[in-house]
């Protein structure tokens, strides 16, 4: 069981990224280095995150669904992909985490955590749409999927800025389809990671209960002012912890 002080402080990190997942996406630069921090090996925190991640994206799918911004019929050829992406992602890393360094995924994460930094903001309006409801299963959908199993943060910003990009939606509405495949990608590396016994429920349980906190904060909140808000925050937290995290190791 964690210390009372551990479970307070990673309660507050999966808080925090359930609201930032729902609005703009990226929980994940917050809770896998926190997990890391908190001396969880890296397929360890990996897999205890998509656990815990699993109730924020959920409860931000219903909400959504709720407010009708869910599309049924155009959801199923890319979430049938999505599912299929995550679990060879998560069959992926499972392998290759024994032939990297201790200390590469951190480094992955600030990589990211870098790039995630210099994406443009997501547009408000939709356009006409660019690709097929099957091409996009078929490319976005499965990669995305793919890298969510294999490593995750910032899948819901690629998926809402393809969503916007390539299907011409707005991005409420893109933000919404988002969460769904989010929801189906941590389901399915879930299920992959369940048989390895890399997860560590007490930790993974007193997270949760800060992402349903938090993700039903952030599906209240106005998308459009809210990633602005979140973005800066987001990524320099990640950093400091990913980079606290190699520091300690180098040390």
Same mark, same amino acid.
């Given at each position: ?5 551990? /479970? ?20 994940? +630069? ?7 921090? /908190?001396? *969880?090996?890296? @397929?360890?925190?990996?897999?205890? !995150? ?11 799918? $219903? ?15 890319? $979430?049938?992909?999505?599912? $299929? ?10 392998? *290759? ?35 097929? /409801? ?6 976005? /959908? ?21 969503? @916007? ?11 919404? #389809?988002?969460?769904?495949? !989010?929801?189906?990608? !941590? ?6 990671? +369940?048989?390895?016994?890399?997860? #560590?429920?007490? *930790? ?15 599906? #209240?909140? @106005?998308?459009? #002012?809210?990633?602005?808000? @979140? ?5 320099? $937290? ?14």
């Amino acid at each position: 069981m964690p210390s009372p002080e551990l /479970a307070a402080l990673l309660f507050g990190a999966a808080l925090i990224a359930g609201c930032i997942d729902t609005l703009a996406g990226g929980g994940g +630069l917050l809770t896998i280095p926190a997990l890391i921090w /908190a001396g *969880l090996g890296p @397929v360890e925190a990996l897999a205890t !995150n998509k656990t815990q991640a699993i109730f924020g994206s959920g409860l931000a799918t $219903v909400r959504f669904a709720q407010r009708g911004l869910l599309d049924p019929q155009g959801l199923a050829l890319a $979430v049938t992909c999505t599912f $299929v992406g995550a679990l060879i992602g998560a069959w992926s890393i499972q392998r *290759l985490a024994l032939l990297l360094p201790s200390g590469a995924i951190p480094l992955l994460l600030i990589a990211v955590a870098i790039y995630f930094w210099r994406l443009p903001p997501i547009p408000e309006q939709g356009t006409s749409p660019r690709l097929g /409801a099957l091409p996009f299963a078929l490319t976005l /959908a499965l990669g995305v999927g793919f890298y969510d199993g294999l490593l995750g943060p910032g899948t819901g910003t690629f998926l809402a800025l393809g969503y @916007v990009a390539l299907r011409g939606y707005g991005l409420r509405q893109a933000t919404a #389809h988002s969460k769904a495949l !989010n929801f189906t990608s !941590n389901l399915a590396a879930l299920l992959c990671f +369940l048989p390895s016994g890399q997860i #560590h429920w007490s *930790l993974a349980l007193s997270m949760a209960i800060g992402q349903l906190t938090g993700a039903w904060i952030g599906s #209240h909140l @106005v998308i459009r #002012h809210g990633a602005a808000l @979140v973005r800066p925050a987001l990524v320099t $937290v990640s950093l400091l912890l990913s980079a606290s995290w190699v520091w300690r190791e180098l040390r």
